[in-house]
């Protein structure tokens, strides 16, 4: 039995779904951004802090300014929305807005990969944090990209 691809809908209705899901997944995502971000803009203000490295320093700010970068690309697609609302732009705009949410998801995974690398360096030491972290981040890319990549491939490619 062969499915029908695609749905029956015009580009506008389909800029409308696009949109409502494209923000749903926004939502979920900017939730656990702005909570980490919020703890890393707490660090500085610890007794902890103060007995830092240079170079644990380095990667604080690093991963506070990733943090914020990671914020401005998710916000952005709201942004980006509301500034082209009403201007009869839905496609692209949407087609945009996904594009620096993408952005956005790769900026988390560098401020989560540096997050990590900091607290592993303090918790564990200089010599295996790196190569955990490397292993999370490799397991991060297998889920948020490569899976999704062969799924797409297997699964659209077949026709």
């Known amino acids: 039995m ?17 949109w ?3 923000l749903q997944e926004v939502r979920v995502i900017q939730t656990g951004v702005q909570i980490l971000f919020g703890f890393l803009l707490t660090v500085v203000f610890t007794a ?4 830092l490295g240079t170079a644990d320093r ?9 943090g914020a970068s990671t914020t401005g690309a998710l916000v952005g697609t709201v ?6 609302a009403g201007h009869r732009l839905k496609p692209q705009t949407v087609l945009w807005a996904a594009r620096l949410a993408l952005v956005g998801v790769v900026l988390l ?21 790196p190569w955990v972290v490397a292993g999370l981040v ?18 659209s490619s077949s026709d």
């Open 48 to 51: 902890r802090f103060t007995t």
């Open 79 to 84: 942004t980006f929305h509301r500034l082209l």
């Open 58 to 66: 380095v990667i604080y700010a690093v991963t506070l300014l990733l």
């Open 20 to 22: 409502t899901e494209l």
């Open 138 to 155: 490799a397991w991060f890319v297998l889920c948020w990209f490569v899976l999704p990549a062969w799924v797409l491939r297997r699964y």
């Open 2 to 18: 062969i499915l029908p691809r695609g749905r029956d809908e015009t580009e506008e209705q389909r800029a409308d779904r696009r």
């Open 109 to 129: 995974l560098a401020t989560v990969a540096s997050a990590l690398l900091l607290i592993l360096r303090l918790a564990l030491n200089d010599t295996v944090a």
